[in-house]
């Protein structure tokens, strides 16, 4: 397996970017293919054995995905169990299969807290194999601090798949694996130093003013109806032209610097990814295979402190639910209900609230494409799915301000609106400024989601399938993106 060891020392060196590397593996997985006939059965021996898995309530694929075709084709047998994996199931494979790692991943943050039970549930049962994690939310000051701190075995934080080959070709080979575990031990006593000292740390002080200074007498916009819109088919052709280039090609696909600069100076690179997306595009607008469903809805509202209340449009004296926000807890003191009239103000404002998904099929689908070898299709695909999701969401919001009577000027590009160039501001339940993921489950709640469209909440209140996208919309012309937590 040389070759592929090239291949990830080229990657590493920024030499190779994602989409290259899948396609050298297509390569390598096809002339596998055809030597494994006129080899010996212990020529084709693996370098060891991981079983990989997104833990419970997380349904996080891509990710997962790049490490097991990573892994695989650099010379690992990967058991790969899914998503949504509970402890006891991973228990049970792990006595089975006696790997020589378990890679753990997770998009959010509440995932990263399911990797400490999981550590804590495999402690429990004896279980003492190196636990490998990566995902999005998670760092290594976590790994450090929360999950090795729970677990009897080594636990290696992996930046992202390359990173995570490394840490494997490490503790596989003896030779290496004493330094690595040294490293790791170190690198772990000072990182929990460090935590400790930030803890101690006072976390900003409050000025004494409650609320922020976000004005509250602007106009509101009158919301078109309060009833349920169901987008069954949204338009996907221009549902890709509001992808950000810059999640697509840079994040997912590795390419480094601006696509249109790149294909303006004619990089051969970018010119040959750029068709690729645009035939994988192609492919599913001709062959349908991504589906744009979505639910938006206007509400009447008004505030409370830092309580969001939303009234039934029927009778606008009923609660129907009540958000709270955190607030800052120095600076502007922002806090989103700042965005909405108060309850005191005599007058009823608007908020919209929308979930919007392309995940429907893709799970199986890039699964099918990732067994028959076609790595770059299958990531595409996902890529492609992920990346259009909150390319929809892009666009319901700017429906929703058109018919809430805040259009964007007319001369107003896509890349504008990629940048927020709007009046208001759109924020999903996990965001800094709205963090309670719980509140995903009131928000299912007032669109009648789950009936409506192909969307489930998982137990960690993650939305199933991946592609999909929830969001609280405000009109406030100050409304702006902000941490709350600091
Ligand atoms: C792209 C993106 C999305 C996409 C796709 C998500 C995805 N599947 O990747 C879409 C638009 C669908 C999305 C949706 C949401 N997102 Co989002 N998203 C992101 C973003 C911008 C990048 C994530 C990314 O890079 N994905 C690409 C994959 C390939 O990267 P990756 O998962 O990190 O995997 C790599 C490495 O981590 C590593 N790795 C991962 N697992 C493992 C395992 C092992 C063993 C190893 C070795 C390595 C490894 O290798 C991989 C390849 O190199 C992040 C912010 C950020 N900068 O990270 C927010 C972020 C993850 N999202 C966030 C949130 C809140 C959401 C939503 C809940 C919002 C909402 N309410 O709609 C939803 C949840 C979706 C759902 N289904 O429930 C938060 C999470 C914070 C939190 N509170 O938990 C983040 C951090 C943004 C933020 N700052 O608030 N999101």
């Known amino acids: 397996m040389a070759g592929m060891d090239e291949v990830g020392r080229l990657f590493n060196n920024n030499e190779l970017i994602v989409a290259e590397v899948l396609q050298s593996a297509e390569a390598m997985k096809a002339a596998v293919r055809h030597l494994e006939q006129f080899m010996e059965k212990s020529d084709t021996a693996a370098r060891g054995k991981i079983i990989l898995a997104t833990v419970k309530g997380d349904v996080h694929d891509i990710g997962k995905n790049l490490v097991e075709i990573i892994l695989s084709n650099n010379g690992y047998n990967v058991v790969n169990l899914g998503i949504k994996v509970q402890p006891e199931t991973l228990i049970e494979a792990i006595r089975k299969e006696r790997p020589d790692m378990v890679g753990l991943s997770g998009l959010l943050v509440k995932s990263a807290q399911q990797m400490v039970i999981t550590a804590q549930d495999f402690k429990s049962a004896g279980v003492t194999v190196p636990i490998l994690v990566g995902g999005a939310a998670l760092t290594k000051r976590f790994t450090d601090t929360k999950i090795a701190a729970e677990y009897t075995g080594p636990v290696f934080y992996a930046k992202d798949a390359m990173n995570g080959l490394d840490l494997a070709n490490r503790w596989v080979d003896e030779s290496q694996r004493p330094e690595l575990l040294k490293k790791t031990e170190a690198d772990r006593a000072a990182m929990v130093k460090i935590a400790e000292g930030m803890e101690k740390k006072p976390q900003g002080v409050a000025d004494g003013r409650s609320r922020s200074n976000v004005r509250r007498d602007v106009p509101l916009p009158k919301a078109p109806d309060f009833d349920l819109h169901q987008i069954e088919e949204g338009p996907l052709r221009e549902i890709f032209s509001f992808i950000n280039p810059s999640m697509l090609y840079g994040k997912h696909l590795g390419l480094k610097g601006n696509l249109e600069r790149l294909l303006a100076e004619k990089d051969e690179r970018a010119e040959k990814l750029y068709a690729a997306v645009t035939a994988m595009q192609e492919e599913i ?194 409304a702006k993106y902000f941490r709350a937590d600091t």
């Not at 492609?384 to 390319?391: D, F, L, P, V």
């Open 285 to 478: 607008l001709a062959k349908r295979t991504l589906k744009a469903q979505g639910i938006y809805r206007y509400l009447p509202c008004r505030s409370r402190g830092e309580d969001l209340l939303i009234y039934d449009p029927a009778d606008p004296t009923r609660l129907l639910e009540t958000f709270t926000f955190p607030r800052q807890p120095a600076g502007e003191r922002l806090c989103l209900s700042d965005y909405v009239r108060e309850t005191d103000s005599g007058e009823i404002d608007s908020v919209a609230f929308f979930v919007v998904t392309l995940g429907r099929g893709v799970r199986a689908l890039s699964q099918q494409w990732k067994e028959a070898g076609e790595y770059l299709r299958s990531h595409l695909l996902q890529a492609i799915a992920i990346e259009g999701a909150e390319g929809f969401a892009e666009w319901v919001h700017r429906k929703i301000r058109n018919d809430w009577g805040i259009p964007d000027p007319p001369e107003t590009t896509i890349p504008e609106v990629l940048k927020n160039k709007y009046r208001g501001v759109r924020v999903s339940f996990g965001y800094p400024a709205c963090p309670n993921m719980a509140d995903q489950r009131k928000l299912f709640r007032l669109l009648d989601v789950t009936a409506k469209i192909d969307v489930e909440l998982t137990d960690g209140d993650m939305m199933d399938p991946e592609a999909s996208v929830s969001a609280l919309v405000f009109h406030h012309p100050e």
